[in-house]
């Protein structure tokens, strides 16, 4: 199996993933929709020096995680590729913000470190709230549940196809990297001098089978309107779901459950 | 049921793909398409279904095909294209299956119904929640003709059905097609198959329709098929000169 192959199966593994049947899983995909973009909001408005209370934040995943019965590591294992460019976004704030915050004995910690690892650990909230909400919840509903908030039924389409796309593009690109190191025994990857022929070859196979799929479409009927499958009603499960998560955020947020917490060790 | 009346199509204007091709398909008739590579046999069946537009005039149920009359007439046609991974693009069969009905405007209960009866008439029950990228080549074949079938078409279009199955899936197919009470229209290279499903032949070359007739008359004339790049089939090889 090569990569490609390897990366098709892990798409595929999404969708496994989120046809298991846990609590989260079963709920409504609007109120795990909300749910997680009220989380990432909450995420995002934490001021740079506010690490402890942003690490706070950790324990709603953690429960998600434990609750779905998804295993941590295969979220970290997915996230592999994306989560180094993540973690990396805020790796010069040291240099430019030299400024000492704290001191823990006779280490100095300045503002540039802090606001650095305030950087990485809200990119990596936002990952995790992601990765559980594709985890638990099936694209075509995700889909659904834009569409009944209100978003323009062409930009979730777009998603949509975009998301099976994505798949078709792999397929392509699993065939054509089979078919070169077949040809190519002992070479590492491609070859640079390959590169553009490879590239533009991937894009004229996947413009050919999109084209196919579309016409495949089009003939069974396809008028720029899909039928989402029926969603799961928002029920009262679902209502506890959403209130009990927006509370937890916003005390979480509000209150500076880190501090109170460590003045209580203290004592 | 399908009339082809002088229609001409080429993508470069002087390299014509299909010339001057006339031809009538009765209701109920299976018809087998044959032809060398690049013949013109896939052309013709997207022309049929308004995916090309050539000259003269195409006729499905005597609607002459237009842009007016394009949703009419496509609504009648089923086609399952060459590579089923092409067909099936949403994540289950069940989904993929749902897809036409719903956008022909049935209600969920009535297309489940309709879902289930196909299934339950080609013996594919099993495949019913099965993740599209799980299936094997044959049951990706066989789900590909049971999500046409859902859509209830009055004619069935088929491009290479048989082709990359083994001879098992192959059997499994060729009986299905002969199942099918619709007009079909088959393209393929498998003459052994056409020779088991259709009971009359179309044969093009370099884009013109050179021969029309019974199957078995056209496809144990050894001269003919020669003549155009084409062999006899397995299982008359052996009775013919």
């Known amino acids: ?267 | 049921m399908i009339q082809f009346q002088n229609v001409s199509f080429a993508y470069e204007p002087d390299r014509p793909v299909l010339q001057n091709l006339s031809f009538r398909i009765a209701p109920g008739e299976s018809v087998g398409l044959i032809g060398a590579n690049g013949a013109g046999k896939s052309t013709l069946m997207k022309l049929l279904l308004g995916l090309r537009q050539g000259e003269g005039r195409i006729l499905v149920d005597g609607t002459e095909l237009n842009k007016a009359s394009l949703s009419e007439i496509r609504r009648k046609l089923g086609y399952v294209l060459q590579n089923s991974d092409n067909q099936m693009f949403m994540p289950t069969v069940y989904e993929d299956m749902m897809f036409a009905p719903l956008n022909y405007g049935l209600s969920r209960e009535e297309a489940e119904r309709r879902v289930d009866a196909v299934l339950e008439r080609l013996g594919l029950e099993d495949l019913k929640h099965r993740h599209n990228h799980k299936l094997s080549g044959g049951e990706k074949r066989m789900a590909a003709i049971a999500t046409i079938l859902a859509m209830e078409p009055e004619a069935v279009l088929m491009d290479e059905p048989s082709s990359a199955l083994d001879p098992y899936n192959r059997r499994i197919v060729i009986n299905t097609i002969r199942s099918l009470p619709q007009t079909k229209l088959i393209a393929s290279h498998d003459l052994d198959m056409i020779l088991d499903t259709c009971d009359r032949v179309l044969l093009m070359s370099k884009g013109q329709l050179v021969a029309d007739g019974p199957t078995e008359e056209i496809l144990s004339d050894r001269a003919l098929l020669e003549a155009n790049r084409m062999e006899l089939p397995f299982c008359l090889a052996g009775r013919t000169k």
């Not at chain 1, 950790?58 to 019965?69: A, D, R, Y």
């Not at chain 1, 075509?140 to 979730?156: E, F, N, T, W, Y």
């Not at chain 1, 025994?185 to 590169?195: R, T, Y």
């Open chain 1, 1 to 267: 199996m090569n990569k490609m192959q390897k990366a098709l199966r892990e798409l595929a593994e999404m969708d496994e993933l989120a046809a298991q049947n846990s609590i989260i899983h079963r709920l409504c995909p609007t109120a795990k929709l909300l749910a997680t973009v009220l989380y990432i909001a909450v995420v995002l408005s934490f001021g740079k020096y506010q690490l402890s209370g942003l690490a706070v934040l950790l324990l709603w995943p953690v429960l998600l995680f434990q609750l779905s019965g998804i295993p941590v590591h295969i979220c970290f294992y997915k996230l592999r590729i994306v989560l180094p460019l993540v973690l990396a976004v805020g790796l010069f704030n040291p240099f430019f913000d030299r400024a000492i915050l704290l001191r823990l004995g006779p280490l100095a910690v300045s503002g540039g470190f802090i606001s650095m690892l305030t950087l990485m650990l809200k990119g990596l909230l936002c990952l995790m709230a992601s990765f559980l909400l594709m985890a638990t919840t099936n694209f075509d509903s995700l889909c659904a549940s834009l569409r009944k908030l209100h978003i323009p039924g062409m930009l979730v389409t777009l998603l949509l196809l975009t998301y099976r796309y994505v798949g078709v593009m792999t397929e392509e690109l699993a065939v054509m990297t089979e078919a070169y190191s077949l040809r190519a025994p002992g070479q590492k990857g491609l070859q640079v001098s390959a590169w553009g022929s490879f590239l533009g070859q991937l894009l004229l196979r996947s413009m050919d089978r999109a084209q196919e799929l579309y016409a495949s479409m089009l003939l069974r009927g396809y008028h720029e309107h899909f039928h989402y499958a029926p969603m799961k009603p928002f029920g009262p499960g679902d209502v506890v779901y959403l209130a009990l998560s927006a509370l937890f955020f916003l005390v979480l947020r509000f209150v500076p459950a880190a501090q109170l917490l460590g003045n209580l060790l203290l004592r």
